[in-house]
């Protein structure tokens, strides 16, 4: 007979051929009916304890849904829900939360790796004079509604990245390219800051805004070397400020004070001179006072004075009589000082 003369089995006969009979084969000792509906309760039980218990961390609270309804608000431990028909949700409560504008961080750490991608159309703004600039800033926030955080809006995180972008922009569109750049970047942090808290708690989004960091402000690429150029320009134009007026206070008051100097002297001079003056002339009124009422002791007395002045100042000098012709011993100036009494009274004190 030739083999392919024999038909192929076919329908119950092939599933006879392929499914093996295990009726020969013995049932163990060990696997009893008991043992198996143990091992059956067992691990009904352990999927009824894992679907009851849950834990939630020291920085997370657990909103309780039952069939789709919040129900409670668990603290962070050990809790118990209702099998099947309950669900829990963890919120961060006590971390603090950040959405990063411009530039993602991959990896944070000793070294922090930043992702490759391009996030410039997010950084780059226009400014309230017509420029542009390349704006980086990170928004730090903490949820202190998990309720609102989770159930208020359909898409919160992209909402609330809108929101801050608007924010951004319109307060950077409010100042000049140099105050984004240099001078104004913590203003703009703080007003942004304060819009974006209207703006979420509008909204009922649940988050407080803790901080608005700007990361990295700069020029666009292309511009770069030109505003590095304006920059070197309007420092040394202020180095050169500084210095004039470092020359400026060092010279203007030494010439105030040199002025003022010569101004009191001069004014110390006339008023020597007008107190000599009026001395003077006080002196002159007494001596006549005194001559008008004893003329010839007046005159007596301004002789002998106006010789105790001179007389010192002459040296040593011989003195002949006009009618005689001896000679008059010489008598040495201080001998004539010490001849001549000092003046007791000024002429017209009464002597």
Do not use: C
């Not at 009893?32 to 999927?47: F, M, Q, S, W």
């Not at 909103?63 to 829990?88: A, I």
């Not at 490759?116 to 390349?134: H, I, Q, R």
């Amino acid at each position: 007979m030739n083999i392919f003369d024999e038909q192929p089995p076919t329908g119950p006969e092939l599933w006879k051929r392929r499914i093996p009979d295990i009726s020969q084969y013995e049932k163990p000792a060990w696997l009893t009916p008991r043992l198996i509906r143990n091992v059956v309760l067992g691990l009904v039980a352990l999927i009824m304890l894992t679907s009851t218990a849950f834990q939630i961390p020291p920085e997370e609270v657990g909103l309780v849904r039952r069939l789709g309804k919040v129900v409670r608000t668990t603290e962070p431990g050990l809790h118990f829900k209702l099998p099947f028909v309950e669900d829990v949700l963890r919120v961060p409560v006590q971390r603090q939360l950040k959405e990063e504008f411009g530039f993602r961080t991959v990896a944070a750490g000793t070294t922090t790796r930043y992702s490759t991608a391009d996030f410039t159309g997010e950084s780059v703004m226009l400014t309230g004079d017509l420029n542009v600039a390349v704006v980086e800033w990170v928004v730090q926030y903490r949820v202190t509604d998990p309720y609102n955080y989770l159930f208020k809006l359909r898409d919160l995180t992209g909402t609330f990245r809108s929101m801050a972008q608007a924010v951004m922009r319109e307060v950077v569109g409010d100042r000049t390219v140099t105050e984004v750049l240099t001078v104004g970047r913590q203003e703009i942090a703080t007003t942004s800051e304060r819009l974006l808290q209207e703006m979420v708690n509008q909204y009922e989004m649940g988050v407080v805004i803790e901080q608005i960091v700007l990361q990295d402000v700069t020029p666009p690429d292309p511009v770069k070397p030109s505003w590095d150029e304006v920059n070197q320009a309007q420092q040394q134009r202020d180095r050169l400020v500084n210095e004039a007026l470092a020359e400026y206070n060092k010279v203007v008051p030494r010439a105030k004070g040199e002025a003022s100097q010569a101004v009191l002297q001069a004014e110390g001079y006339a008023l020597e001179r007008v107190n000599s003056a009026q001395g003077d002339a006080t002196r002159f009124k007494a001596v006549y006072e005194a001559y008008r009422r004893a003329p010839e002791v007046t005159r007596r007395r301004l002789y002998l004075e106006s010789m105790q002045r001179v007389l010192p100042q002459l040296g040593t000098k011989v003195f002949t009589d006009k009618g005689t012709s001896t000679v008059i011993p010489i008598v040495p100036s201080e001998v004539l000082k010490a001849l001549i009494p000092p003046t007791a009274t000024r002429p017209g004190g009464g002597q």
